[in-house]
């Protein structure tokens, strides 16, 4: 099988996976604008195995769907910006915890409540937007540490890491 098309294969099984744990796997923020998931973890660990541009887009497609399937297609497009650009620090020519692929958690939490917080100020206003700002923290959290404990796993699987040089 050709290079791109793994690519493309293993790009819409990221944007499923990003997809099911963002729509089904969430908690409504207490302030009443979105939920909080843990979608991203899987969106970083798709952004450490697939080349530019599949990573940027198994994200931001998956998210984009999660969004319309959970009634907020409101925010589907900036979803799809805010979620390609998280996915933009990452590397997948390191191992999935190396040190540039932490620093790139960081970037994408920023990118998080920065790109959320100009939509909501948009959508309703600055109130609105500050009261997801704990919530977006709890998620980028969460997410986080979701996203290292399967690095920590995959990263000991034979197959993940074949998988992985296969893709590159």
């Known amino acids: 099988m050709r290079?791109?098309?793994?690519?493309?294969?293993?790009?819409?099984?990221?944007?499923?996976?990003?997809?099911?744990?963002?729509?089904?796997?969430?908690?409504?923020?207490?302030?009443?604008?979105g939920y909080i998931h843990i979608g991203d973890s899987f969106i970083y660990l798709f952004a450490c195995t697939l080349p530019m541009p599949y990573s940027l887009l198994a994200g931001a497609i998956g998210a984009s769907l999660a969004d319309v399937i959970s009634g907020y297609a409101v925010y589907a497009l900036p979803t799809f910006l805010v979620k390609a650009l998280m996915a933009v620090g990452f590397s997948n020519r390191h191992k999935t915890l190396s040190a540039?692929?932490?620093?790139?958690?960081?970037?994408?939490?920023?990118?998080?409540?920065?790109?959320?917080?100009?939509?909501?100020?948009?959508?309703?206003?600055?109130?609105?937007?500050?009261?997801?700002?704990?919530?977006?923290?709890?998620?980028?959290?969460a997410s986080f540490v979701v996203y290292i404990f399967f690095s920590v796993i995959l990263e000991k699987t034979k197959a993940y890491n074949s998988f992985k040089e296969e893709l590159k």
């Open 3 to 33: 290079k791109n098309t793994k690519r493309l294969a293993a790009t819409a099984l990221g944007a499923a996976i990003v997809c099911i744990f963002t729509a089904f796997f969430q908690l409504k923020n207490p302030s009443g604008y």
């Open 100 to 141: 540039r692929n932490i620093l790139a958690v960081v970037w994408a939490s920023f990118v998080l409540n920065g790109g959320y917080f100009i939509t909501e100020v948009i959508l309703y206003n600055i109130e609105g937007a500050m009261a997801n700002i704990v919530p977006n923290l709890i998620q980028a959290g």
